[in-house]
């Protein structure tokens, strides 16, 4: 069975384009990547749609709609020029319409994915019908047609519902979450505790950021770091003691949360610059990037920009100044979706520190030294400030669930010591290397 991911602003076009011929059938060819998680997890990412002309249709009305041959060839160069799944649409106009797809369909379905299947050879190929009752959708894979079972729609508010045929399944709501609930209502407490959320970084945000998680009742929590625990870690890192120095920060974290909670943790001892974690995040509903460099989060920033999944960005920094006193205390969260700024377009990726992040340890010490560069290991942080960044990056969540309405600020930046937020909405920058790279899922590797 498959997802399909949809970007928001895509979908909506695309719906509001489909059902304007009404009563009449509208429909397209849309183009999309696949790929397949390491979980399993099967996934066309819908990337493009190209729409009709006048001559695009041999047949059109209320009860029937057929391409014509220059429209499936046209659309048939497009995919095969941009290795794309090619994927039909078309609607169910009417109420009295059935939800699915009819026997004219379904004979369609097979007629056109045996054609289509000589030309775009071991691409998966789609057929979606959008009705008033839902989308029904196939994906011809292998030789075999397989159903579509759920589709997400991914933007500043991210939503998912099952494919026509595949029923939700119910919700009990648990009588602890009773205060919670009354808060996020009961559609968002299942929506929350069915994510599967990674955490890149069990340090000072990141650890307060999974016990809330797991305190609210989320489902399934993957936590990512390589670093073991230190002395200097133990005034910040939730969970930890000073019995539990020298041990891996993410199998500390996932001790504590198991000891008071149902969550599923999955602790990765290892770097999210190494290539095997890769089919990990992508596998996620939802990233949190509260790692203390710039390289990391470069990775996550493709990981979301690619594979459509959303990404929360957490830092937290103190600027003292020469006579020891605070100059600035400085904590950001930005969210990245398809509908966002990435962390290139608001400036938060500095190319320049990447690449000095990549030295050996001797140049860095060497460019430390001389002013260039400054030691993150060593940089002052306090657990007031770690746990309030953390706090802001679940109020983004809960953002993207829709509790706050659909028009959140993606980027909120504080600063206590003069006691001033920004709220705002950065602009998606139209040279930014992000627009170049939405939705190529596999096409680019992105660990090299």
């Known amino acids: 069975m498959w997802q399909v991911i949809f970007p928001k602003n895509l979908f909506e076009d695309l719906n509001k384009f489909l059902f304007s011929n009404a009563p009449s059938e509208n429909g397209c060819f849309i183009l999309a990547t696949s790929y397949k998680t390491k979980g399993g997890r099967l996934v066309i990412l819908v990337n493009d749609v190209l729409k009709p002309k006048d001559d695009s249709w041999n047949r059109s009305g209320e009860h029937s709609l057929e391409p014509s041959s220059s429209f499936i060839n046209e659309s048939v160069v497009r995919a095969d020029t941009n290795n794309s799944s090619l994927i039909f649409v078309h609607t169910h106009p009417n109420f009295s319409h059935p939800s699915g797809f009819s026997p004219i369909d379904e004979k369609s379905n097979k007629r056109i994915f045996a054609n289509l299947s000589q030309i775009l050879v071991d691409i998966p190929l789609g057929s979606f019908v959008f009705s008033r009752h839902g989308i029904c959708g196939v994906v011809f894979n292998g030789g075999k047609i397989q159903p579509v079972s759920s589709i997400k729609i991914v933007g500043k508010i991210m939503s998912e519902f099952p494919g026509v045929g595949f029923d939700s399944r119910p919700y009990v709501v648990d009588s602890k979450f009773d205060r919670q609930v009354r808060v996020l209502g009961k559609q968002n407490q299942k929506k929350l505790q069915e994510l599967t959320v990674t955490i890149v970084?069990?340090?000072?945000?990141?650890?307060?950021?999974?016990v809330q998680l797991a305190r609210?009742?989320?489902?399934?929590?993957?936590?990512?770091?390589?670093?073991?625990?230190?002395?200097t870690n133990v005034s910040r890192?939730?969970?930890?003691?000073?019995?539990?120095?020298?041990?891996p920060k993410v199998?500390?974290?996932?001790?504590?949360?198991?000891?008071?909670?149902?969550?599923?943790?999955?602790?990765?001892?290892?770097?999210?610059?190494?290539?095997?974690?890769?089919?990990?995040?992508?596998?996620?509903?939802?990233?949190?990037?509260?790692?203390?460099?710039?390289?990391?989060?470069?990775?996550?920033?493709d990981i979301s920009v690619q594979y459509c999944v959303p990404l929360i960005d957490v830092g937290c920094r103190i600027l003292m100044n020469k006579d020891e006193s605070i100059n600035q205390a400085i904590m950001k969260v930005q969210v990245v979706t398809p509908d966002t700024a990435c962390l290139w377009c608001t400036g938060t990726l500095d190319g320049k520190v990447i690449m000095q992040e990549s030295l050996s340890e001797k140049e860095k010490n060497t460019l430390t030294k001389e002013g260039y560069y400054e030691d993150i290991e060593k940089q002052p942080s306090i657990i007031t400030m770690t746990t309030m960044a953390s706090s802001m990056a679940l109020n983004k969540l809960?953002?993207?669930?829709?509790?706050?309405?659909?028009?959140?600020?993606?980027?909120?930046?504080?600063?206590?010591?003069?006691?001033?937020?920004?709220?705002?909405?950065?602009?998606?920058?139209?040279?930014?290397?992000?627009?170049?790279?939405?939705?190529?899922?596999?096409?680019?590797?992105?660990?090299?």
């Not at 790692?291 to 990775?299: A, E, G, Q, V």
């Not at 909120?412 to 040279?431: H, R, W, Y």
């Open 201 to 210: 970084g069990a340090g000072g945000t990141g650890s307060p950021l999974a």
């Open 216 to 231: 609210m009742g989320i489902k399934k929590i993957r936590l990512v770091d390589r670093d073991i625990l230190d002395k």
């Open 237 to 247: 890192v939730y969970g930890s003691k000073e019995s539990d120095i020298g041990k």
């Open 251 to 301: 199998d500390v974290l996932k001790k504590y949360i198991e000891s008071f909670s149902k969550t599923k943790v999955e602790a990765f001892k290892t770097d999210v610059i190494k290539d095997d974690i890769v089919s990990v995040l992508i596998d996620s509903d939802v990233i949190f990037a509260c790692t203390d460099n710039l390289s990391s989060r470069s990775i996550l920033n």
């Open 398 to 448: 809960l953002g993207l669930l829709g509790v706050f309405g659909t028009d959140y600020d993606s980027l909120t930046q504080i600063e206590l010591k003069d006691g001033f937020m920004i709220n705002t909405n950065s602009p998606v920058k139209a040279n930014c290397i992000c627009q170049k790279r939405r939705g190529m899922t596999d096409k680019r590797r992105i660990v090299n």
